[in-house]
């Protein structure tokens, strides 16, 4: 089987490596040709993946079509903010029969829609799984033990992407909740930022948990008002992916919240990060999203108006704390 990978950062080469391992041919594109050619020639990828060497069932290639012709499938694992152009120019090369795998966490800014709905509109020809969960790409190029979710609304489709991806370190399960998986993987990055906030200012894991247990009751609360499914932010693309992004070093959300919670301004957080950090443009999606369909997420307007209206981080925690007085049996959704 031949797969494509479009996209050569930290995630899209882990999956790389994972599946070559598998046995199976993998090209991968990226705009970065220097990225490319240490790729080809030096079997590593420094900038994204330290000490990991990449097999040589791994080949970059520069030229998108080059890396679409002749795949069973293709894998969309750009920042989500390129996603649409990248969906574009990909779209004359795709052929009927191709399946498209969604590694990409977010919603657009503009149009607050889904990764998965993208997709549809620029390739409408071709199946779309997404696969998202808890899966640090530092531990997936490794081999750790990991597991995640294939989700379609075909289930024909997930099954066929269980069965390639899957091994015995990468378990995979389905589902048929694509909204409630998405947006579990979009709104996490928020959480993490201001569990890192939290981390920042020196508060302990009484805070964190705070943080994290109230903040999948905002991902619940928007997600079924989207029309998901409640129960699957119980899984591994709701309560496992935000576990694994607010308490991991690895998470680039929560690094750069520590940042800020020290002081830092949110450019010079994002420019130490040296990667996209999603959790950002995340908030100012999901911040306009809640107000327009009416869902309450005090976490997130705490988080927005620290990343983008200058406001001090422990006043934004002090808010929340002295919200009205409130049952934790309140229905959350």
């Known amino acids: 089987m031949k797969i494509g990978i479009l996209g050569a950062g930290s995630w899209g080469s882990a999956i790389a490596i994972h599946l070559a391992k598998k046995g199976y041919s993998v090209e991968v594109w990226d705009k970065n040709e220097d990225l490319l050619k240490e790729i080809n020639n030096n079997h590593t990828n420094t900038k994204y993946l330290k000490n990991v060497e990449i097999p040589d069932g791994v080949k970059g290639v520069l030229e998108l079509s080059e890396c679409i012709n002749d795949k069973e499938i293709i894998v969309f694992a750009v920042p989500s903010h390129a996603l649409r152009i990248v969906c574009k120019q990909a779209s ?32 409408p020809n071709n199946e779309v799984v997404v696969l998202s969960g808890p899966t640090h790409a530092e ?27 899957m091994d015995s370190n990468f378990r995979v399960y389905t589902n048929t909740d694509v909204v409630g998986v998405e947006i579990g993987a979009a709104v996490k990055n928020i959480v993490a930022l201001a569990a890192g906030i939290s981390d920042g200012l020196g508060y302990g894991d009484n805070t964190k948990a705070a943080l994290m247990t109230r903040g999948i009751a905002e991902i619940t609360r928007l997600g079924v008002k989207l029309g998901a499914n409640p129960m699957t932010f119980a899984g591994l693309a709701g309560i496992g992916d935000l576990i694994v992004t ?66 001090n981080p422990r006043e934004a925690v002090n808010e929340l704390m002295t919200r009205d007085k409130k049952s934790e049996l309140e229905i959350i959704i």
């Open 139 to 165: 531990e997936v190029s490794v081999g750790i033990p990991t597991t995640i979710v294939a989700a379609s609304e075909n289930i024909e489709s997930a099954l066929y992407i269980q069965d390639v991806f």
């Open 246 to 311: 607010c308490t991991s070093m690895h998470s680039r959300n929560r690094r750069c919240g520590i940042l800020l919670g020290q002081g830092m301004d949110l450019k010079s957080a994002m420019d130490s990060i040296g990667m996209v950090v999603e959790g950002v443009h995340a908030t100012e999606a999901v911040y306009n999203l809640a107000k327009n369909v009416g869902v309450e997420m005090p976490i997130v307007n705490a988080l927005y108006d620290v990343l983008f209206n200058n406001r």
């Open 92 to 123: 004359s090369f795709l052929t009927e029969g191709q399946i498209i795998v969604s590694l990409v966490k977010g919603l657009e800014n503009t149009t607050y829609k889904r990764m998965s709905e993208i997709i549809k509109e620029e390739c």
